[in-house]
């Protein structure tokens, strides 16, 4: 397992606001069946509250299904469940095996340099704002055409100018 690089990032959604992995993910990344690793979660079920661990929505499998080709495939009877990151931990304390460990600890530390990108590309975002802000002081100082034009546009996205229907209307 050291050595084998596992698509762990490309497993990892985000649904209703939370980076999730599928009980079909893990299973397979754990060695077991879905529907054993979902037995055990549920023997367990106080463990996992609902912000650890829920069932998808026909919706929600829906979307899913429709923008991953390999979900096309799924024909489970039940929707899946799914695990956020506090989950996935309580996972490895039910699922006792050193393959579960081993597992564990590369999704942990894929969540985190997630969380570390993320909090990185804030404040890139801030210092792009600031760079934004700098180029347009320096327009509006030194390039009177460009100033004019930067002004019409942003009059035609305030108050568009209303198009003429076409076709017949009663």
Known sequence: MKNTII??????HEIRGQKVMLDRDLAELYGV??????QAAKRNIGRFPSDF???L???EWKYLRSQFVTFSKDTRKYKPFVFTEHGILMLSSI???NKAIEVNIQI?????????????HGETNEQ???????????????DKRVNDIIIALNNLLEQPKETKKIGFYP
Not at 7 to 12: G, L, T, V
Not at 128 to 142: D, Q, S
């Open 108 to 120: 942990m530390r894929i969540f985190v340099n997630m969380r570390h990108f993320a909090i990185s």
């Open 33 to 38: 069946e879905t529907k054993q690793l979902n």
């Open 57 to 59: 929505t026909d919706e």
């Open 7 to 12: 698509p762990i990032q490309d497993m990892i």
């Open 128 to 142: 792009i704002y600031e760079l934004r802000k700098l180029l347009m002081l320096y327009i509006e100082k030194n």
């Open 53 to 55: 661990m829920f069932q």
């Open 95 to 97: 699922l006792n095996s």
